[in-house]
């Protein structure tokens, strides 16, 4: 009774954790969808669709860190398992964990592959005229019976997929990257739902490299390079609108005798009345920053952002750095492309893999800094799509702005998002490996006692040893988050890939951001395709 009471205890306050970052996710969600969302053109469905989205991909995340906690929280730091923790209780812990990643990536295959294309082709449909909500609703329905088949089709491979690892000499190295495979299980039901989720997360990682790798070198930079001043685009911008009126005055003087524009004049004078347009609207934003106590606000704080910006880049070469020894660590020592680099052990340790175990010893530091590290993907991924928007190759289809963002660009977004934090999982195996296979746990080695006239003694001993590769399978408990990772060696192969790809965008970014000159406080506030209406409810989040 009294193990099982402290069993309770122990998984019940991994748990509590997990509720709470639960609370503050939905919290902070709502907050950032409505930060965004186009004042006009909010919908009510389409809003709370975007909020769960985020909510649902960053709850996943956030059961990383509660996995790692509740199989460390297991042993104790001699390397003993606690009294409570026999191999029922174990099993108990890890199938609770388990389940809530059934749960979890159930509920992201529904909304990627029905909910999500449902509401956005619906909200697709009513920007056309003459339709009415049963035609939107059988349009919505037949394109999203298309992103179900290819959910059925991801399904079926996952099912009946062979998972075989491929066979290289009888080693030991070999059979314990084949037990890493079988041991989360070999159920089709799984297997299925591993493939379909690895397939996103793999989408994710594109996404990454496009855009958390660029955002990663943007945010910082221009935080530290700051705004233009307000007052002196507003006269750049006049003496723009002066020179424009005077060619539309010279293009008009030569019809005053009632003679028409040749085709050639009458092309320019429209092309440089909507440039006049376009610059007064410039004018009349850059007129209301000017006079906004915001922009006060925000140069007294410029120092502070100066700090932000140099502490965003630091940790921005921290994880890269991280990155790149751990890529190198598996280019080097891993068991090859055919396991998916699966690594043995770390040979090659980073700042991250080193200063994770240590913080766990001190609960909650560890789950803090991870919680930390996803929350600054997502911010250094929305500063890369804000600055290079939303393209299909090379189609711009939407831009994200605060205020200004309509219900098919919010959804588009907040799914790129959900990708991202899914591929954020692994970005964290990547930096610390040996953290997210075992967290903080030890194991027991047999030590042989060495006397004092150097003649090697009878007396036992045995020596705690931090977890790894070498462990006896049933002195070290394997994270699920591990295990979910590493189901399909081909998509880790692709992962590892991955890795190179984002560190090289990260580094063309830091070169481009460095090249670019400071931005413009309205910038992406006004642009050709924006109607005169949307100056009726000017952004103040300049600066």
């Given at each position: 009774m009294a193990a099982a009471a402290a069993a309770s205890s122990e998984l019940l306050m991994g748990w509590c954790l997990f509720g709470l970052s639960l609370l503050t996710i939905l919290a902070f969600c709502w907050v950032y969808v409505r930060k965004y969302q186009s004042r006009r053109e909010s919908e009510v469905i389409s809003t709370i669709t975007a909020i769960f989205a985020l909510a649902i991909a960053l709850i996943t995340a956030a059961l990383l860190p509660v996995d790692i906690f509740l199989v460390s929280y297991m042993k104790n730091q001699n390397g003993t398992f606690k009294e409570w923790a026999d191999a029922n209780v174990t099993r108990q812990i890890e199938d609770t964990v388990l389940y809530g990643y059934y749960t979890l990536y159930s509920i992201i295959l529904f909304s990627v592959f029905l909910w999500i294309p449902f509401v956005y082709f619906y909200y697709e449909e009513k920007d056309e005229d003459d339709t009415s909500t049963c035609s939107q609703f059988q349009t919505a329905l037949k394109y999203t019976l298309g992103f179900l088949m290819v959910c059925a089709v991801l399904l079926l491979i996952g099912a009946f997929i062979p998972l075989?690892?491929?066979?290289?000499?009888?080693?030991?190295?070999?059979?314990?990257?084949?037990?890493?495979?079988?041991?989360?299980?070999?159920?089709?039901?799984?297997?299925?739902?591993?493939?379909?989720?690895?397939?996103?997360?793999?989408?994710?990682?594109?996404?990454?490299?496009?855009?958390?790798?660029?955002?990663?070198?943007?945010?910082?930079?221009?935080?530290?390079?700051?705004?233009?001043?307000?007052?002196?685009?507003?006269?750049?911008?006049?003496?723009?609108?002066?020179?424009?009126?005077?060619?539309?005055?010279?293009?008009?003087?030569?019809?005053?005798?009632?003679?028409?524009?040749?085709?050639?004049?009458?092309?320019?004078?429209?092309?440089?009345?909507?440039?006049?347009?376009?610059?007064?609207?410039?004018?009349?934003?850059?007129?209301?920053?000017?006079?906004?106590?915001?922009?006060?606000?925000?140069?007294?704080?410029?120092?502070?952002?100066?700090?932000?910006?140099?502490?965003?880049?630091?940790?921005?070469?921290?994880?890269?750095?991280?990155?790149?020894?751990?890529?190198?660590?598996?280019?080097?020592?891993?068991?090859?492309?055919?396991?998916?680099?699966?690594?043995?052990?770390?040979?090659?340790?980073?700042?991250?893999?080193?200063?994770?175990?240590?913080?766990?010893?001190?609960?909650?530091?560890?789950?803090?800094?991870?919680?930390?590290?996803?929350?600054?993907?997502?911010?250094?991924?929305?500063?890369?799509?804000?600055?290079?928007?939303?393209?299909?190759?090379?189609?711009?289809?939407?831009?994200?702005?605060?205020?200004?963002?309509?219900?098919?660009?919010?959804?588009?977004?907040?799914?790129?998002?959900?990708?991202?934090?899914l591929h954020t999982s692994y970005m964290i195996y990547s930096l610390a490996p040996q953290y997210v296979m075992y967290g903080s746990q030890k194991y027991l080695v047999q030590h042989n006692m060495t006397l004092v006239d150097g003649q090697p003694g009878n007396v036992t001993t045995y020596v705690p040893k931090v977890c790894d590769a070498d462990a006896p399978e049933d002195q070290c408990t394997i994270t699920r988050t591990y295990l979910f990772l590493h189901k399909f060696w081909f998509f880790s192969a692709a992962y590892y890939f991955g890795n190179w790809a984002f560190i090289a965008v990260f580094l063309i970014g830091l070169i481009v951001s460095c090249c670019k000159g400071k931005k413009s406080v309205i910038e992406g506030e006004v642009d050709e395709d924006d109607s005169d209406i949307s100056d009726d409810e000017p952004c103040v989040y300049y600066g």
């Open positions: 075989d690892v491929p066979q290289k000499r009888n080693s030991t190295e070999w059979e314990k990257v084949k037990f890493l495979f079988e041991e989360l299980g070999s159920s089709h039901g799984l297997a299925a739902l591993s493939f379909s989720i690895s397939s996103l997360t793999l989408i994710g990682m594109l996404a990454a490299v496009t855009y958390t790798a660029y955002g990663m070198s943007a945010l910082p930079l221009n935080l530290i390079k700051g705004t233009r001043s307000p007052t002196y685009e507003r006269l750049e911008n006049t003496e723009d609108i002066e020179e424009v009126e005077q060619h539309i005055l010279r293009i008009k003087s030569k019809c005053k005798d009632g003679r028409p524009l040749p085709t050639r004049d009458r092309r320019n004078l429209q092309q440089l009345e909507e440039k006049l347009r376009i610059l007064r609207r410039r004018e009349r934003h850059l007129e209301f920053i000017e006079k906004s106590c915001w922009t006060k606000f925000c140069g007294a704080m410029r120092p502070l952002k100066i700090i932000w910006g140099v502490f965003f880049i630091l940790v921005a070469l921290l994880f890269t750095i991280s990155l790149f020894l751990s890529n190198l660590d598996k280019a080097l020592h891993s068991a090859g492309i055919n396991s998916g680099f699966i690594i043995l052990g770390t040979n090659l340790t980073n700042p991250l893999n080193m200063l994770l175990p240590v913080l766990q010893t001190v609960f909650p530091l560890d789950y803090i800094l991870i919680t930390t590290i996803i929350m600054y993907f997502i911010f250094t991924s929305m500063a890369g799509i804000r600055n290079m928007g939303i393209w299909f190759f090379w189609i711009r289809l939407y831009k994200i702005r605060r205020g200004k963002t309509r219900p098919q660009a919010l959804l588009f977004l907040c799914m790129i998002l959900l990708l991202i934090v």
